[in-house]
C-alpha cells in the first residue's frame, strides 16, 4: 500500500509527500569551500578574517555568501585555540544576581559586552569561597577575554589569587593593590547632589542621618553633605549629623531626635532609613514635604517609588557601573592611575522635597 492511500486504494486528500529525515549535520569547512570553488585554506583565512592574507575581495566574498547560503558555523573552540581568547567575559559576584538593584550591574555588563561582540559568563558565589574559585576556574578553562569581579554594595575587597591569571576590573568594590583597575560610584558628588536638592528648595537647616557601619559610602555621603553646605554658604553643625543603623528602624528611631532639632529638611544615609523616617513623622501628625522634606540615597525603586509621597533619591548607577567594567576591560576606557573610576550617580527628584514656606 502506497503510504499517501488510505487501506481502499484512494488516495488522501491533502496528503504531503514524505519527506526524508530533516535532523541536521552541521555544515564542514570542506562543503564551503566546494561550494566557493576555493581551497579549504582559503575559507579558513576569510572565517578567521585573517586581513593580511592575499585573497581578493571577490573571492572573499564568494566565500562570505557560500557561508552564508550554507548556514556554515565556525567552530568557536578551535577559533579560541587559535587566538588564546573567546568571546566570552566572566562575571563573578557575591549576591547581585539575587539583589534586585544590585543586579543592574549584569544588565550594564551584558548589554556593553553584546555591543561589542561578546557574551556573559556569570557566577554568583554568595560569598562562598571555594564556588568563587571553582567558578573562576572554570572561566579560565574557557579562556574567557576577562572576568568583572563584583560586589553587591561599594566597598575593599581581597583580590583572589585565581583572578589574577586573568585580565580583570573590580566592579562595585575596590582594592588598594598597585594596578588594579576599579570602577566605583562617586559616593561624594552622590551625597553632595542629594544636600543640594534640599538646598534648592530653600532648606538651610538640613539634618544627615549616617549609617553606623564604616563603609565607603558612610565617609563619602557625609562628605558630599558637607561640601555642598559649604559651597552653599551654610555653616556644618555636626549636631546636625545623627547615627543610626541603615535600615527602616533605625531611620524611624531617629525622628525623635531630629525633632528636637528643629529641622526643616533631612537628607537619609539611603531609601530604607527614609521609609522609616516617613513612618516616624506621620507618627507625629507631620506631613511629607509640606513639614519636612526629605531625600533618600540609592533610588530602590520597589521603595522610592512608591513611597507616599514618592522619594526624591539619589541613583546608584548601577547599570553604568556594569557597562563601565566591560569597556574598561576591553580598553575602550582608561582606567584611572590614581584610584578607582568614579561613575556619576543622577538626582531622581520626586514629590517628598517642596520649596520652604517663608517664616
Not at 486528500?13 to 569547512?29: C, D, E, N
Not at 546608584?316 to 561613575?343: D, F, M, T, W
Request: aromatic letters at 6%; hydrophobic letters at 40%; charged letters at 20%.
Amino acid at each position: 500500500m502506497n503510504s499517501l492511500e488510505n487501506s481502499s486504494g484512494t488516495p488522501l486528500v491533502g496528503a504531503a509527500p514524505l519527506k526524508q529525515s530533516t535532523r541536521a549535520h552541521p555544515v564542514t569547512l570542506r562543503q564551503v569551500a566546494e561550494a566557493a570553488g576555493v581551497s579549504t585554506a582559503t575559507v579558513s583565512l576569510v572565517v578567521n578574517k585573517k586581513e593580511t592574507a592575499r585573497i581578493s575581495e571577490e573571492t572573499r566574498k564568494r566565500v562570505r555568501d557560500a557561508i552564508r547560503d550554507l548556514g556554515y558555523r565556525p567552530n568557536a573552540m578551535a577559533q579560541t585555540l587559535v587566538s588564546g581568547s573567546s568571546r566570552f567575559i566572566g562575571l563573578v559576584a557575591d549576591a547581585i544576581a539575587t539583589t534586585p538593584f544590585a543586579g543592574q550591574i549584569i544588565h550594564g555588563a551584558q548589554d556593553e559586552a553584546w555591543k561589542h561582540g561578546y557574551a556573559l559568563l556569570i557566577a554568583n558565589t554568595e560569598g562562598n569561597r571555594e564556588l568563587e574559585t571553582d567558578a573562576i576556574a572554570m572561566m579560565l578553562e574557557y579562556k574567557v577575554r576577562g572576568i568583572l569581579y563584583s560586589t553587591w554594595f561599594h566597598r575593599a575587597t581581597d583580590i583572589p589569587a585565581s583572578l589574577r591569571e586573568s585580565d580583570f576590573v573590580l566592579v562595585n568594590c575596590f582594592s588598594a593593590e598597585p594596578g588594579a583597575r576599579a570602577v566605583v560610584p562617586d559616593e561624594v558628588q552622590g551625597g553632595r547632589s542629594a544636600t543640594e536638592i534640599l538646598l534648592q528648595h530653600g532648606h538651610r537647616r538640613i539634618a544627615f542621618i549616617n549609617a553606623t557601619i564604616p563603609a565607603p559610602a558612610k565617609d563619602g555621603r557625609l562628605e558630599g553633605y558637607r561640601a555642598a553646605l559649604e559651597a552653599a554658604g551654610v555653616p556644618f553643625d555636626a549636631g546636625l549629623v545623627l547615627e543610626a543603623y541603615p535600615d527602616q528602624e533605625g531611620g524611624y528611631g531617629a525622628t525623635e531626635e531630629l525633632l528636637k532639632r528643629g529641622v526643616t529638611a533631612v537628607y537619609c544615609y539611603n531609601d530604607r532609613m527614609a521609609m522609616g523616617l516617613y513612618d516616624g513623622l506621620r507618627e507625629h501628625g507631620l506631613s511629607i514635604p509640606d513639614d519636612m522634606a526629605v531625600v533618600g540615597f540609592d533610588n530602590q525603586e520597589v521603595i522610592a517609588a512608591h513611597l507616599r509621597p514618592p522619594l526624591s533619591t539619589v541613583s546608584l548607577p548601577h547599570y553604568e557601573l556594569g557597562a563601565a567594567g566591560v569597556r574598561v576591560l576591553l580598553g575602550l576606557e582608561e582606567a584611572q592611575a590614581s584610584g578607582p573610576a568614579k561613575i556619576h550617580c543622577p538626582t531622581v527628584q520626586r514629590n517628598s522635597v517642596r520649596a520652604l514656606a517663608p517664616a
